[in-house]
């Protein structure tokens, strides 16, 4: 059975930080590409940022040179820091592992809430 687990959401106040955590199990981790998704209020979802087996790294325009995705395959965990969190960035995140396109799975959401 796989998980995807995120924790670390919560509300922050314009220009802190938060770090979201996803912890798997059921899949062989270190083989998925990993990626954090938001979906906000009436919007469609977006992928924030994307990091491969490899460690190559994607991130969405508006989330460049403040968020930073990384990972650990020992311990079967994505992380996304977010600094500089902005009202805009308000969502539920939501962790995302991808094989191939026949295996990808989702996590439940962690809601991010940045007041202005």
């Known amino acids: 059975q796989v998980q995807l687990v995120e924790s670390g959401g919560g509300l922050v106040q314009a220009g802190g930080s938060l770090r979201l955590s996803c912890a798997a199990s059921?899949?062989?981790?270190?083989?998925?590409?990993m990626c954090w998704y938001r979906q906000a209020p009436g919007k469609q979802r977006e992928l924030v940022a994307a990091?491969?087996?490899?460690?190559?790294?994607d991130y969405a325009e508006s989330v460049k040179g403040r968020f930073t995705i990384s990972r650990d395959n020992a311990k079967n965990t994505v992380w996304l820091q977010m600094n500089s969190l902005k009202p805009e960035d308000t969502a539920v995140y939501l962790c995302?592992?991808?094989?191939?396109?026949?295996?990808?799975?989702w996590g439940q959401g962690t809601q991010v809430t940045v007041s202005s």
């Open positions: 995302h592992a991808q094989k191939n396109r026949y295996n990808e799975y």
């Open positions: 059921g899949i062989i981790f270190s083989i998925h590409t």
């Open positions: 990091i491969t087996p490899g460690g190559s790294r």
